[in-house]
C-alpha cells in the first residue's frame, strides 16, 4: 500500500489484536493489506480505503469459514451485505483460480473507511487479489491501487464512480489504478482517462483476477 505511515501501522496492529479468536491452526497464519477506492456521495470526493485480508488454516474439516471483524477503532470498520457478499465471492473466485477446496480456510476480513458504513461490491476485486497473495505468499506494489467487482468465475467486472476514484488515488499519490477490461465499454470512460492524465495516473485494465494479480504483486 502506498507510503503507509506509522500510525497507521500501529492501527493495523490494534486491529489484528481485536480480531476474533481462531480455533487450533494447522498452519501459518498470513496477513495482507490492500487499499480501494470509495465514493461517498453525488458531488463528494472519493475516498482510500484499507482493508486487512487474514487467511489463516484451520484443524477444520467445515470450510472456508468467513468472518468481518467490525469493530471499530476510531475509524469505520461496518460494511454493509452487499459489501460482505462481494468478500463472499472474493473467496470462490480465489478457489476457483487457485483449485482448492479451502476446507480449512479461515478468512478474517477488517475494512478501514473514513465512512462510517461501508457498501456495494467495487472493493471485491481488491479482497480477492489479497487473499491470493495472502495464500501464495505475494508482496503488492505500493504504488498500484485495484476497483473492479470480482465474479465467482475470477472475470472482472465494471465499477461506478470512477473518475472520482482516480482523483482519490492521485491525492493518495498512487500511479496506478487496475480496472475491469469492460470498464473501457462505460459511459464514463472517457471523463475517466481526461481525468487519469491529467492527474498522471496509469490505467491498466484487466480482464480476470490473474490479470489483476500479476498487474498488483511484485514480480
Known amino acids: 500500500m502506498a507510503k503507509l505511515t506509522v500510525s497507521f501501522q500501529l492501527v493495523c496492529l490494534l486491529m ?7 480455533p487450533a491452526y494447522a498452519g501459518s497464519s498470513n496477513i495482507v493489506s490492500v487499499p480501494t477506492l470509495g465514493v461517498q456521495g453525488e458531488g463528494l470526493p472519493g475516498v482510500v480505503n484499507y482493508i486487512l485480508v487474514q487467511l ?25 451485505e452487499e459489501w460482505k457478499e462481494g468478500a463472499r465471492r472474493a473467496v470462490r473466485a480465489v478457489l476457483h483460480a487457485v483449485g482448492d477446496s479451502g476446507h480449512d480456510w479461515m478468512i478474517t476480513i477488517k475494512n478501514r473507511s473514513a465512512t462510517s458504513l461501508t457498501d456495494g461490491m467495487s472493493a471485491s476485486a481488491a479482497v480477492a487479489v489479497a487473499i491470493m497473495a495472502a495464500h501464495r505468499g505475494g508482496v503488492l506494489r505500493s504504488d498500484v491501487v485495484l476497483s473492479g467487482q470480482i465474479r465467482p468465475d475470477g472475470r472482472l467486472d465494471v465499477v461506478g464512480g470512477l473518475p472520482v476514484k482516480i482523483e482519490a488515488a492521485a491525492n493518495a ?10 470498464q473501457g465499454l462505460t459511459a464514463d470512460w472517457m471523463s475517466s482517462t481526461d481525468v487519469a492524465s491529467r492527474r498522471r495516473v496509469q490505467l491498466i485494465q484487466a480482464g480476470t483476477l490473474d490479470e489483476a494479480y500479476q498487474a498488483m504483486t511484485v514480480r
Open 173 to 182: 499519490h498512487y500511479r496506478a489504478i487496475i480496472v475491469p477490461l469492460d
Open 16 to 22: 489484528l489484536a481485536t480480531m476474533p479468536a481462531i
Open 56 to 80: 489463516d488454516h484451520v484443524a477444520s474439516q467445515g470450510g472456508p469459514t468467513i468472518q468481518f471483524n467490525e469493530v471499530n477503532l476510531g475509524g469505520g470498520s461496518r460494511v454493509g
